[in-house]
T-cell receptor, first 108, second 114 residues
Framework: RKEVEQDPGPFNVPEGATVAFNCTYS??????FFWYRQDCRKEPKLLMS???SGNEDGRFTAQLNRASQYISLLIRDSKLSDSATYLCVVNRDDKIIFGKGTRLHILP | ETGVTQTPRHLVMGMTNKKSLKCEQH?????MYWYKQSAKKPLELMFVYNFKEQTENNSVPSRFSPECPNSSHLFLHLHTLQPEDSALYLC?????????????FGPGTRLTVL
């Protein structure tokens, strides 16, 4: 089993819809969690850190469920500019593990 | 110049060549990283330097050799590579090696090994 698994994509979603990404991690000792965004042929950039209590930044909400070992990212009122690949990142000890990413296409 | 820069942006090399990738960060960070991104695979962490000391080497073949002369510069020396080493090589930096730190990535070097 991969240490970090994400929804296989791509997601094709009409503009204005709500999109949910899920990510599961296998090691319960994992300590910190992030969502990164990577545009086509560009480098990854931090979108949000994920906190135990859940956190929101505008249209984006991140949740962490330690008991079930999953992280989620919700995008409300999606925009064309949200089209990108979303990467789940899990840290434990000295390890930084990226998921394969889920590609999102927002359709006009 | 701001952020993390990488040169060259594109590199084509033969299996017998020796080349180097360069990364420079202008953020005052103390930790720097090399990643490999291949098609349809997740980013793979290759090397980590914290305060110029290598703290991690994720079983990377010896044909990849990192060098960190100071906390702002990171090199990846390449020799006798294989075609399967063709990938996007990304450099990143963070304030330090602590887990909760955001990483800032450079634009990457797209490497093709013939």
């Amino acid at each position: 089993r991969k240490e970090v698994e994400q929804d296989p994509g791509p997601f094709n979603v009409p503009e204005g819809a709500t999109v949910a990404f899920n990510c599961t991690y296998s090691n319960s000792a994992s300590q910190s969690f992030f969502w990164y965004r990577q545009d086509c042929r560009k480098e990854p950039k931090l979108l949000m850190s994920v906190y135990s209590s859940g956190n929101e930044d505008g249209r984006f909400t991140a949740q962490l469920n330690r008991a079930s070992q999953y992280i989620s990212l919700l995008i409300r009122d999606s925009k064309l500019s949200d089209s990108a690949t979303y990467l789940c990142v899990v840290n434990r000890d000295d390890k930084i593990i990226f998921g394969k990413g889920t590609r999102l296409h927002i359709l006009p | 110049e701001t952020g993390v820069t990488q040169t060259p942006r594109h590199l084509v090399m033969g299996m017998t060549n020796k080349k180097s990738l360069k990364c420079e960060q202008h953020l005052g960070h103390n930790a720097m990283y090399w990643y490999k991104q291949s098609a349809k695979k997740p980013l793979e962490l290759m090397f980590v330097y914290n305060f110029k000391e290598q703290t991690e080497n994720n079983s990377v073949p010896s044909r990849f050799s990192p060098e960190c002369p100071n906390s702002s510069h990171l090199f990846l020396h390449l020799h006798t590579l294989q075609p399967e080493d063709s990938a996007l090589y990304l450099c990143a930096s963070s304030q330090d090696r602590r887990l909760a730190r955001e990483q800032f990535f450079g634009p990457g070097t797209r490497l093709t090994v013939l």
